[in-house]
Antibody
């Protein structure tokens, strides 16, 4: 059973960089044809897709975040990471990492982390 | 990219059926059979309920079904049960190799 766990600071100051890591257990991040994604959800609001990475390092980003965003993968640690710079209060949200299937399965998010709340405040 | 359009809320009584719509464009919902639906209970991570428009992952009851016509996808829940009360989100792959979610629908079981 694949499990994902987000980790990182729960409080980030405005204009600084938000950094989160997702650790994958129960299977190798390299096995199968999967993408690894980040999704966020502000309190009381809907889901917003942030971006995804393939184990080759290929990425796709939400156009609204692309200029501030970097997603990377460390296959040796079975982890992938998110860096969002120049954050503002609007970036305050619960951040989820998730496994995303490939086009053969229609790109579903089939496994999710429990989510981690990141608050941007001075 | 604009969020897919879902009704803010729907409701139904136990045993009844409800349908939640998800409207996009020809660049997302209308262009691909890559529509998924997620159920989210308060304080919990979303759970995949439907993928590829109408397929159910193992363990999801067959009371949940999906359909698509043109730029609109739909999730139908038949035989409503109290535990179905939750928020539901649709998502679609897009022509830009990105993913877009719907705004979410709150299902109330009366």
């Amino acid at each position: 059973q694949v499990q994902l766990q987000e980790s990182g600071p729960g409080l980030v100051k405005p204009s600084q960089t938000l950094s989160l890591t997702c650790t994958v257990s129960g299977g190798s991040i390299n096995s199968g044809s999967y993408y690894w994604s980040w999704i966020r959800q502000p309190a009381g609001k809907g889901l917003e897709w942030i971006g995804r990475i393939y184990t080759s390092g290929s990425t796709n980003y939400n156009p609204s975040l692309k200029s501030r965003l970097t997603i990377s993968v460390d296959t040796s640690k079975n982890q992938f990471s998110l860096k969002l710079n120049s954050v503002t209060a609007a970036d305050t949200a619960v951040y989820y990492c998730a496994r995303m299937g490939d086009f053969w399965s229609g790109f579903p998010f089939d496994y999710w982390g429990q989510g981690t709340l990141v608050t941007v405040s001075s | 990219q604009s969020a897919l359009t879902q009704p803010a809320s729907v409701s139904g009584s136990p045993g009844q059926s409800i349908t939640i719509s998800c409207t996009g464009t020809s660049s997302d919902v209308g262009g691909y059979y890559y529509v998924s639906w997620y159920q989210q209970h308060p304080g919990k991570a979303p759970k995949l309920m439907i993928y590829e428009v109408s397929d159910r992952p193992s363990g999801v009851p067959d009371r949940f079904s999906g359909y698509k016509s043109g730029n609109t996808a739909s999730l139908t829940i038949s035989g409503l049960q109290a535990e179905d009360e939750a928020d539901y989100y649709c998502s679609s792959y897009t022509s830009s190799s990105t993913v877009v979610f719907g705004g979410g629908t709150k299902l109330t079981v009366l």
